[in-house]
């Protein structure tokens, strides 16, 4: 069955950064999909600004080559690539100039009918100049949309003054903070699956769930990106993304799918979160770096030899886990293990939901013991769904247990493609629909939790523990689970 595909009004999107490897990489080739399903049309315009010099044609040229590069060639129509380049054109401005943009306000339509909004994939720096300039060029307008990217800050303080900057300009119901993991289909496949069914709500609680891991895993190394030896994994994964999962995963049933209902649900976590500070960060903790190794049969290097010069000796962390606890009545006494890290066995992200073992068991003389069930959650690769149930294995000869899935793979369930986050993120931005956007309080909460881990590892003496390139990780994130008389899922999905 083919999803319905629903047009949005025709829209100005304006794209801030607009030669960057963002813009190349996910945006063009999101908005060319949705383009290609008939979500929109050429009364669109997607216009770049970047201070490169560049005329339309040349600019076009690169979103051509952004299609042919980054879409797989079966989607690729040339027809309707065309179509979609006709949308595209280009604003040379360089946004730390104040005079630099009266040619962007020759781009922009007035019809109140079209959809403005502005993609700021620039630094951060530079979100607060941007938010001022629109707003003093006469560019803003209340129906107006602002998309940010992280990182918004590195730490709540910096957050604030980020968000503060933003604020002056734009109301927070115009304001679109983005995190991609947000946007893929298994994630919101976790609401329909708890508050779609009645299977699970009435189990989704401490009295049935003994813990939730949560991993996001790769493969690819940090390479030689001055960025993430400036944040670190707890910044780059866990403060965002990570959280959200564990939001999803722990919050109550909201009153709708309104977007500030869900939202409100999710602050209640995160507020919720037990605070790791002072001695229980070392306990509740476990930070690494990882040195050289064997990758999908390749060898690689250590992150110490990847870093130029200047930056020998960065204790800049590439692998974080934390044992979370959430304190209210639902999860009281359920720990969620969070991991994360670069230069892992695999390149994977999944939910894990663990729940506790039978309170008998009536097969005594059986071969194989009842294994408790567990629910497996894959986000990325092969996006799916398994629930593990025991069952008899079939034949003759007695009692045999055997631990297997009930399996619920989008490719093999659906037999379509599945659109990539940016895809529905881009568009829901021009729909005005924020669900899958962070608010800023959210943010800020989860910065609240975030901080005092950074500070304390940072007022330590200690060097993030090394682990080889292409394991799971230092050990002592296995002595982190493992002293809790529970073990990491690393078997097959």
């Not at 891991?213 to 994964?237: F, H, K, N, P, W």
């Not at 200690?462 to 292409?470: F, I, N, V």
Request: include cysteine; charge should be negative.
């Amino acid at each position: 069955m083919s999803a319905r595909i629903i047009p949005v009004q025709p829209f100005d999107y304006v794209v801030f950064g607009a030669t960057g490897d963002l813009t190349k990489r996910k945006l063009i080739p999101a908005l060319y999909h949705r383009f290609a399903d008939g979500q929109f049309d050429e009364r669109s315009r997607i216009i770049g600004v970047s201070r490169t010099e560049m005329s339309d044609k040349a600019f076009q040229k690169l979103a051509r080559d952004a299609v042919t590069e980054f879409v797989e060639a079966d989607y690729q129509d040339k027809a309707t690539v065309d179509k979609f380049i006709s949308c595209f054109s280009y604003v040379a401005n360089d946004v730390s100039n104040r005079d630099g943009w009266a040619d962007l306000e020759k781009a922009l339509r007035t019809d109140p009918e079209i959809v403005r909004a502005f993609y700021l994939a620039v630094a951060p720096s530079l979100f607060g100049p941007i938010c001022e300039y629109l707003d003093n060029k006469g560019y803003w307008r209340r129906d107006a949309r602002v998309v940010v990217e992280k990182p918004l800050g590195h730490d709540l303080a910096s957050s604030m003054e980020i968000n503060d900057a933003i604020s002056e300009v734009f109301a927070e119901d115009q304001v679109y903070r983005i995190d991609h993991y947000l946007g893929k289909e298994t994630v919101q496949n976790l609401l329909a699956l708890r508050f779609g069914n009645i299977l699970f709500e009435p189990i989704w609680d401490a009295a049935h769930i003994d813990h939730v891991q949560i991993t996001v895993s790769e493969d690819v190394g940090a390479g030689t990106r001055g960025y993430y030896d400036d944040s670190g994994a707890l910044r780059d994964m866990v403060q965002n993304h990570m959280m959200q999962l564990l939001c999803l995963v722990a919050m109550e049933p909201p009153a709708s799918d309104d977007a500030n209902a869900l939202r409100d649900e999710k602050l209640k976590v995160l507020r919720s979160l037990k605070p790791i500070t002072g001695e229980s960060v070392s306990k509740c903790t476990v930070r690494g770096q990882y040195k050289g190794g064997a990758v999908n049969g390749g060898s690689v290097a250590g992150y110490q030899d990847e870093l130029p010069e200047d930056k020998k000796g960065s204790k800049t962390e590439t692998f974080v886990a934390i044992k979370a606890e959430v304190e209210n009545w639902r999860w009281s006494g359920v720990p969620f293990y969070l991991r994360t890290g670069k230069r892992l066995a695999n390149r994977v992200s999944e939910i894990v939901i663990q729940f506790r073992a039978i309170p008998h068991s009536i097969f005594d003389h059986a071969e194989g013991a009842p294994k408790p069930n567990r629910l497996v959650i894959r986000l990325q690769p092969d996006e799916g769904v398994k629930l593990f149930l025991m069952i008899k294995d079939p034949g003759p000869g007695g009692m045999r247990l055997r631990e297997v899935p009930l399996n619920l793979s989008f490719a093999e369930t659906f037999n379509e493609r599945t659109p990539e986050a940016y895809e529905r993120l881009l568009l829901d931005v021009i729909r005005g629909n924020q669900t899958l956007f962070m608010r800023r309080d959210e943010l800020e909460a989860a910065w609240r939790w975030i901080d005092p881990i950074r500070e304390a590892w940072d007022n330590s003496s200690d060097a993030p523990q090394t682990y080889t390139s292409g394991t799971w990780g230092p050990t002592g994130s296995v002595a982190l689970i493992e002293r809790d008389g529970r073990t990491w899922h690393e078997g097959d999905y």
